[in-house]
């Protein structure tokens, strides 16, 4: 009886953090970053790629 408690407690609690991820992943604030911390990672420096992969090639 006590183990069908505690496996029905750690299912009902994946259950809650699953229904909370599918919550915020279609609710979030921040569309831009899966993570939904707000950070910079959202933002895609392009010149800034080209500058490394440039000198990535300068360096070979």
């Known amino acids: ?3 069908e408690i505690i496996v029905f407690l750690v299912f009902a609690l994946a259950a ?4 909370r ?6 609710f979030s604030k921040n569309a ?9 990672c959202s933002t895609i420096d392009l010149a800034k790629i080209e500058r490394e992969m440039k000198a ?5």
Request: aromatic share 14%.
């Open 21 to 26: 991820m599918g919550y915020k992943s279609f």
């Open 32 to 40: 831009g970053c899966d993570k939904g911390c707000g950070g910079a």
């Open 56 to 60: 990535k090639q300068a360096y070979k």
């Open 16 to 19: 809650v953090y699953l229904l």
């Open 1 to 3: 009886m006590v183990q």
